[in-house]
């Protein structure tokens, strides 16, 4: 199905004639999948569907414009396209639709997202990069509303970064940065704010964008004038037409079912994109949804009559084939020829498609079977093993879970047994099991060898006359010596260019560096992060700086949906190392001071979130994350960037570990764990304890995901005895998860003497001025005696009541 890569405008009558009949190919296989997997969501074999009919056309045109480099942000409905690309053939369709673990068979994630989402693989089985240049290029999909637009403003920077910084190595990346970023996305989700904030970037940058909206009209029952202003998205956006000095977006409209217009308009967009660095919106009206918006309803319930006839009379496969008729480049008995052989072909790929799904767990049930039937022989609750044995029988298409379930069921009726037969149904629970999870929790992190975790502690090294400076002052430096040692790696974010940020890390780096690696961007946390994520797809080290850990809130979703699922959803095959640069903690006041860090350790699984104590300690993080290949989250403390921290004289090459922890003070009678601002409230009030005779232990969780890989917390426990996490998140929020860490994975319960608790910050946000934080959140009054009524309540006599 692969098309060629010449254009109408430079190919014969003859090679045209075969581009129209391979398109009507595709175009007719495309929708014959769409009816076809409707049915089998129906009948139960698949869980849900959203398909791409009614949208063939202009993707089918968009696909004859994308070329070797090229990248896609797309959404769900664009099957089309990719079978266009010859990157999803009936049967891989298929098996995306009955979930196939098996990434040959299902390339796209390997039964991890629904039908309709679409990646092509950018690693090689090591982790290396592929050429991209060498092929065409799609992210991985997120089923989101407008999710995919962020990704695709970095995406699209990325050809602008290859084209004016010779220094960096484009090999395998970019050739020159005449690559365009293909977004796609339906009219009603052009409603989201992630949306226009995008284009708004794109218009600021000038980057080679093509933004394609596939517009039927409807965003799932509700029509367009609900949705949109004039119900037209490229009315309202038509002053960001570019003007007579070239700044703004190419606006281009063409409707869905005209294929000869559909052609020449995305040939044009990607010239205008491609050669110039202008974005371009090309709005695609016109088009139809012959299947409503997914399996979950009929369209039929909310469109009229009138417009349900002329959807049938103006779909574009019909209007397709009508016009290859009209022009006799075939005749309709040839056409109605190729339509049954592709009905055919369909057909036989989802049959195919279902057999192999099925055929390993058929396999496994007839082994399972046997096992049960053999343990049910020779125990003494037979007539329960042989009817769950009978249950099996009776499923014919079994699932994973069917058998999983069964087996372990059986187990129970086998309590107190020692049979051979136990021990063998035992075993293939445990290797069923083994085989199985892994195809469902694989590659939450990086299972390679640049894994960051895997990469070796270094510390800092000092001269003898060792200066003391300012904390933004390591920061800045160290900042330097890594955009010096790494030509890749760049920082953006606002404030961050021309004043070197809100707190002087990056004081200088811009007239040093240049206005492209050390940018200010306007003031849209989503497109930031956005821009880091495409940045990093294609192959470059960016440090997107969100100002505040509070205005991370505004780009969680692309955060927790996009960056830190990117690794596991494409099982391993596509990677962001995206660093994430913010400041927080105990500020004063309601915004800029929250800390909510058992939200964001929950959200964003999939990624490191590492929280400094102080500027050598951020530091030593941003060297060891630039050696690995992962995204991260850096919390550096606010109020710290004017403490004084010795200067080391080997910055841009210490490295602070990530999942350890550092035990700061030793102590024999509690341990104390916290991290950032609040450590430094900890150490203070660990030596004021000291006057009363407790001796505690000081230790800096440091690194929140992962934790404590080497189980140091527990070790500690071993000698204390007792525990006590300080927070400043609230209740039941970070405090809450490392318990939980320390107490239950790591065991540390069986070593207390007295009961685990937690100090943390209030329910409410903090309020305002010092005396606002001193209430709001643990202050050194609240933490001593917290240390103090522990010790009290295990010792009154040594430690009578306050």
Same mark, same amino acid.
């Given at each position: 199905?692969?098309?060629?890569?010449?254009?109408? *405008?430079?190919?014969?009558?003859?090679?045209?004639?075969?581009?129209?009949?391979?398109?009507?190919?595709?175009?007719?296989?495309?929708?014959?999948?769409?009816?076809?997997?409707? %049915?089998?969501?129906?009948?139960?074999?698949?869980?849900?569907?959203?398909?791409?009919?009614?949208?063939?056309?202009?993707?089918?045109?968009?696909?004859?414009?994308?070329?070797?480099?090229?990248?896609?942000?797309?959404?769900?409905?664009?099957?089309?396209?990719?079978?266009?690309?010859?990157?999803?053939?009936?049967?891989?369709?298929?098996?995306?639709?009955?979930?196939?673990?098996?990434?040959?068979?299902?390339?796209?994630?390997?039964?991890?997202?629904?039908?309709?989402?679409?990646?092509?693989?950018?690693?090689?089985?090591?982790?290396?990069?592929?050429? #991209?240049?060498?092929?065409?290029?799609?992210?991985?999909?997120?089923?989101?509303?407008?999710?995919?637009?962020?990704?695709?403003?970095?995406?699209?920077?990325?050809?602008? /970064?290859?084209?004016?910084?010779?220094?960096?190595?484009?090999?395998?990346?970019?050739?020159?940065?005449?690559?365009?970023?293909?977004?796609?996305?339906?009219?009603?989700?052009?409603?989201?704010?992630?949306?226009?904030?995008?284009? *708004?970037?794109?218009?600021?940058?000038?980057?080679?964008?093509?933004?394609?909206?596939?517009?039927?009209?409807?965003?799932?029952?509700?029509?367009?004038?609900?949705?949109?202003?004039?119900?037209?998205?490229?009315?309202?956006?038509?002053? &960001?037409?570019?003007?007579?000095?070239?700044?703004?977006?190419?606006?281009?409209?063409?409707?869905?079912?005209?294929?000869?217009?559909?052609?020449?308009?995305?040939?044009?967009?990607?010239? !205008?994109? %491609?050669?110039?660095?202008?974005?371009? #919106? =090309?709005? =695609?009206?016109?088009?139809?949804?012959?299947?409503?918006?997914?399996?979950?309803?009929?369209?039929?319930?909310?469109?009229?009559?009138?417009?349900?006839?002329?959807?049938?009379?103006?779909?574009?496969?019909?209007? $397709?084939?009508?016009?290859?008729?009209?022009?006799? /480049?075939?005749?309709?008995?040839? &056409?109605?020829?190729?339509?049954?052989?592709?009905?055919?072909?369909?057909?036989?790929?989802?049959?195919?498609?279902?057999?192999?799904?099925?055929?390993?767990?058929?396999?496994?049930?007839?082994?399972? =079977?046997?096992?049960?039937?053999?343990?049910?022989?020779?125990?003494?609750?037979?007539?329960?093993?042989?009817?769950?044995?009978?249950?099996?029988?009776?499923?014919?298409?079994?699932?994973?879970?069917?058998?999983?379930?069964?087996?372990?069921?059986?187990?129970?009726?086998?309590?107190?047994?020692?049979?051979?037969?136990?021990?063998?149904?035992?075993?293939?629970?445990?290797?069923?099991?083994?085989?199985?999870?892994?195809?469902?929790?694989?590659?939450?992190?990086?299972?390679?060898?640049?894994?960051?975790? *895997?990469?070796? +502690?270094?510390?800092? !090294?000092?001269?003898? *006359?060792?200066?003391?400076?300012?904390?933004?002052? !390591?920061?800045?430096?160290? $900042?330097?010596? !890594?955009?010096?040692?790494?030509?890749?790696?760049?920082?953006?974010?606002?404030?961050?260019?021309?004043?070197?940020?809100?707190?002087?890390?990056?004081?200088?780096?811009?007239?040093?560096?240049?206005?492209?690696?050390?940018?200010?961007?306007?003031? %849209?946390?989503?497109?930031?992060?956005?821009?880091?994520?495409?940045?990093?797809?294609?192959?470059?080290?960016?440090?997107?700086?969100?100002?505040?850990?509070?205005?991370?809130?505004?780009?969680?979703?692309?955060?927790?949906?996009?960056?830190?699922?990117?690794?596991?959803?494409?099982?391993?095959?596509?990677?962001?190392?995206?660093?994430?640069?913010?400041?927080?903690?105990?500020?004063?006041?309601?915004?800029?001071?929250?800390?909510?860090?058992?939200?964001?350790?929950?959200?964003?699984?999939?990624?490191?979130?590492?929280?400094?104590?102080?500027?050598?300690?951020?530091?030593?993080?941003?060297?060891?994350?630039?050696?690995?290949?992962?995204?991260?989250?850096?919390?550096?403390?606010?109020?710290?960037?004017?403490?004084?921290?010795?200067?080391?004289?080997?910055?841009?090459?210490?490295?602070?570990?990530?999942?350890?922890?550092?035990?700061?003070?030793?102590?024999?009678?509690?341990?104390?764990?916290?991290?950032?601002?609040?450590?430094?409230?900890?150490?203070?009030?660990?030596?004021?304890?000291?006057?009363?005779?407790?001796?505690?232990?000081?230790?800096?969780?440091?690194?929140? #995901?992962?934790?404590?890989?080497?189980?140091?917390?527990?070790?500690?426990?071993?000698?204390?005895?007792?525990?006590?996490?300080?927070?400043?998140?609230?209740?039941?929020?970070?405090?809450?998860?490392?318990?939980?860490?320390?107490?239950?994975?790591?065991?540390?319960?069986?070593?207390?003497?007295? +009961?685990?608790?937690?100090?943390?910050?209030?329910?409410?946000?903090?309020?305002?001025?010092?005396?606002?934080?001193?209430?709001?959140? @643990?202050?050194?009054?609240?933490? $001593?005696?917290?240390?103090?009524?522990?010790?009290?309540?295990?010792? @009154?006599?040594?430690?009578?009541?306050?």
């Amino acid at each position: 199905m692969k098309p060629d890569s010449q254009t109408s *405008n430079d190919i014969s009558f003859d090679d045209f004639q075969s581009q129209i009949l391979q398109d009507y190919e595709i175009a007719v296989t495309s929708r014959e999948c769409s009816l076809l997997g409707r %049915r089998e969501v129906l009948s139960g074999k698949a869980k849900f569907g959203i398909f791409g009919d009614g949208k063939e056309l202009p993707q089918l045109a968009m696909a004859r414009a994308f070329q070797d480099g090229d990248f896609r942000s797309g959404y769900y409905r664009d099957q089309t396209f990719m079978m266009a690309l010859g990157y999803l053939s009936p049967k891989e369709f298929f098996h995306g639709l009955y979930a196939t673990t098996d990434l040959e068979k299902e390339p796209m994630s390997a039964g991890r997202q629904m039908g309709g989402h679409f990646v092509t693989h950018s690693l090689n089985e090591d982790g290396t990069w592929k050429d #991209l240049t060498k092929q065409k290029n799609s992210s991985a999909d997120i089923s989101c509303t407008a999710g995919q637009m962020p990704r695709l403003l970095g995406l699209a920077q990325a050809s602008k /970064i290859y084209r004016n910084l010779k220094d960096i190595d484009q090999t395998n990346f970019s050739n020159s940065g005449n690559e365009v970023a293909w977004g796609t996305i339906g009219n009603a989700s052009t409603s989201e704010g992630h949306f226009f904030e995008t284009l *708004n970037a794109a218009g600021v940058m000038q980057v080679p964008l093509v933004m394609c909206v596939w517009d039927d009209a409807y965003g799932i029952s509700v029509p367009a004038e609900f949705h949109t202003t004039k119900g037209d998205i490229s009315e309202i956006l038509k002053g &960001l037409q570019r003007d007579e000095n070239g700044e703004g977006f190419e606006i281009l409209k063409v409707n869905g079912w005209d294929y000869t217009a559909l052609i020449h308009a995305f040939e044009n967009a990607s010239d !205008i994109a %491609r050669d110039n660095h202008i974005p371009v #919106l =090309v709005h =695609v009206t016109e088009l139809t949804q012959p299947q409503g918006h997914s399996t979950s309803g009929s369209h039929e319930r909310y469109k009229s009559e009138e417009r349900l006839e002329w959807e049938r009379d103006n779909d574009c496969n019909k209007r $397709f084939k009508e016009w290859i008729i009209e022009n006799k /480049i075939a005749t309709e008995q040839e &056409l109605k020829g190729l339509e049954r052989e592709i009905k055919q072909k369909v057909r036989a790929s989802k049959k195919e498609a279902w057999a192999e799904f099925l055929r390993p767990h058929l396999n496994a049930k007839k082994q399972l =079977v046997q096992l049960l039937e053999n343990a049910a022989n020779k125990s003494s609750n037979r007539s329960f093993i042989s009817k769950i044995k009978n249950d099996l029988i009776a499923i014919e298409e079994p699932l994973k879970k069917d058998l999983a379930s069964k087996a372990r069921k059986a187990m129970r009726y086998l309590i107190g047994e020692t049979t051979q037969e136990k021990k063998l149904l035992q075993q293939w629970i445990e290797g069923f099991m083994a085989s199985s999870q892994p195809k469902y929790s694989s590659h939450l992190y990086s299972e390679l060898s640049k894994n960051a975790t *895997n990469i070796e +502690a270094s510390a800092p !090294i000092y001269p003898d *006359n060792v200066e003391e400076v300012d904390g933004r002052i !390591i920061l800045r430096d160290n $900042f330097d010596t !890594i955009f010096s040692k790494y030509p890749q790696t760049m920082v953006f974010g606002e404030d961050t260019g021309n004043i070197g940020d809100v707190n002087q890390g990056l004081e200088g780096l811009q007239k040093k560096y240049g206005e492209l690696r050390v940018a200010d961007t306007g003031i %849209r946390e989503t497109t930031i992060i956005g821009q880091g994520i495409g940045l990093a797809l294609r192959g470059l080290r960016p440090i997107a700086e969100i100002q505040y850990l509070d205005y991370i809130l505004y780009g969680l979703q692309t955060l927790s949906d996009d960056l830190a699922t990117l690794l596991y959803r494409t099982v391993g095959k596509q990677k962001a190392p995206l660093i994430i640069r913010t400041r927080g903690h105990r500020l004063e006041g309601i915004w800029h001071s929250g800390s909510p860090m058992g939200g964001l350790i929950h959200l964003l699984r999939g990624m490191y979130i590492l929280v400094p104590r102080n500027m050598t300690q951020a530091a030593g993080f941003y060297n060891t994350l630039l050696k690995s290949d992962e995204p991260a989250l850096v919390i550096e403390s606010l109020n710290g960037y004017r403490l004084k921290e010795k200067k080391p004289n080997n910055l841009g090459e210490f490295c602070t570990p990530i999942g350890k922890v550092e035990t700061l003070k030793e102590g024999t009678d509690i341990t104390l764990l916290s991290y950032g601002s609040t450590l430094r409230i900890v150490e203070k009030v660990a030596l004021e304890l000291i006057e009363v005779g407790i001796d505690a232990e000081v230790i800096d969780a440091q690194s929140l #995901l992962p934790f404590d890989l080497s189980h140091d917390v527990v070790k500690s426990l071993k000698k204390t005895n007792r525990l006590l996490i300080i927070d400043e998140d609230v209740p039941g929020g970070c405090s809450a998860y490392l318990l939980q860490e320390i107490i239950e994975k790591q065991g540390g319960y069986q070593y207390l003497d007295s +009961a685990p608790q937690t100090l943390t910050a209030n329910a409410h946000r903090p309020a305002y001025a010092s005396d606002g934080d001193y209430f709001s959140k @643990p202050n050194a009054e609240d933490i $001593f005696e917290k240390v103090y009524a522990i010790m009290h309540e295990s010792n @009154p006599e040594e430690y009578p009541k306050l």
